[in-house]
C-alpha cells in the first residue's frame, strides 16, 4: 500500500489566478511531487463547480489546490476520490465539535449553509486517472459575502471568534490524509458507507426540481459513478447527474 503526505511541500501564494490553474501548470512543466500544496491569500479568478466563481476576500479565508496522482484508481470510479476529498473537510469540523454535512456532490454545509466548495479535475491516462488537482475553498473568517452567495456562512460566523489560517490548513490536511490514504488502500465500501452517513438530505423527504419541475423526493443512494439517486413520492426512481436537480435552500 503506497502513502501520501499532504503538505510536502506547501507552496505559499500573496496572489495568484486560481489555485487550481496554477497547480495544472506546475503537472504540465514538472514532475510535481505527490502530495503538493499550493496555498494562496487571494485568488482573482477562483474556480467553482460547472463554471461557478469562487469569490474570497483575501487574507481571510483558505484557499489552497493539492497535487495527487491516483494512478491505480479506474476513472468510471473517480467519484470515490471526490467522497474522500468531502469526508476529510467533514472529519475536521467534527473534530472541533460543529456538526457539517456533505451536500450532494461535495459541498459542505453548516447549519444548512455552504462554508466550503471542492473542486477535482482529473487527468485520465487509458481508463485510470493520471493525476489530479483538488481545489478547496474554505471560508474562516470571512462575515460578510457577496450578493449573490445568500446562504454561505463561515468558520468564524458559526463559532463567533477568528481563526488562525495556518492552524486551520494543518488540521483539514491531517484529516483529508487519513481519508485519501483509506482511498489509496481501496476500502472502498467503507468510503461510499461513511459518504452516505455524511450525506445531507438522505433518507428525508423534501423538496427538490429538475427539468421536470418541482417534486417531493427522497435522496436513497449514490451510484458507483457517484449519480445521485432519488426516489419521487410517486415511487419513480431517478438517477441525476451534476446540475440536473436543484436542491431546496
Known amino acids: 500500500m503506497r502513502n501520501v503526505i499532504l503538505g510536502e511541500p506547501l507552496l505559499k501564494l500573496?496572489?495568484?489566478d486560481s489555485t487550481n490553474s496554477y497547480a495544472v501548470s506546475l503537472l504540465r512543466k514538472d514532475?510535481?511531487?505527490e502530495g503538493t500544496v499550493i496555498l494562496a491569500d487571494h485568488?482573482?479568478?477562483?474556480?467553482?463547480?460547472g463554471g461557478n466563481r469562487w469569490f474570497s476576500d483575501a487574507g481571510l479565508n483558505l484557499l489552497f489546490s493539492i497535487i495527487l496522482k491516483p494512478v491505480f484508481l479506474m476513472a468510471e470510479r473517480q467519484f470515490y476520490l471526490s467522497m474522500c476529498i468531502s469526508l476529510g473537510m467533514v472529519d475536521y469540523f467534527k473534530s472541533i465539535n460543529i456538526p457539517a454535512?456533505?451536500?450532494w456532490p461535495n459541498d459542505i454545509l453548516l447549519n444548512r449553509k455552504k462554508?466550503?466548495?471542492?473542486?477535482i479535475e482529473n487527468t485520465v491516462l487509458g481508463q485510470n486517472l493520471y493525476n489530479t488537482v483538488v481545489g478547496i475553498g474554505l471560508n474562516v473568517n470571512q462575515k460578510l459575502f457577496h450578493e449573490d452567495l445568500p446562504i454561505a456562512t463561515s468558520l468564524s460566523l458559526e463559532?463567533?471568534?477568528?481563526?488562525d489560517i495556518s492552524e486551520v490548513l494543518n488540521r483539514i490536511l491531517y484529516c483529508l490524509n487519513l481519508r485519501i490514504n483509506t482511498l489509496y488502500a481501496e476500502e472502498l465500501i467503507e468510503i461510499r458507507t461513511a459518504y452516505l452517513n455524511n450525506l445531507w438530505l438522505l433518507n428525508e423527504?423534501?423538496?427538490?426540481s429538475d427539468h421536470s419541475g418541482f417534486f417531493e423526493g427522497r435522496i436513497a443512494d449514490i451510484t458507483e459513478t457517484g449519480e445521485l439517486v432519488v426516489i419521487h413520492r410517486n415511487g419513480q426512481v431517478m438517477e441525476y447527474g451534476f446540475k440536473e436537480i436543484v436542491f431546496p435552500l
Open 159 to 163: 463559532t463567533g471568534r477568528d481563526h
Open 205 to 208: 423527504w423534501a423538496r427538490f
Open 115 to 119: 462554508v466550503a466548495g471542492i473542486l
Open 101 to 103: 454535512f456533505v451536500k
Open 14 to 16: 500573496a496572489s495568484v
Open 43 to 49: 485568488q482573482s479568478h477562483g474556480k467553482g463547480q
Open 31 to 33: 514532475d510535481v511531487t
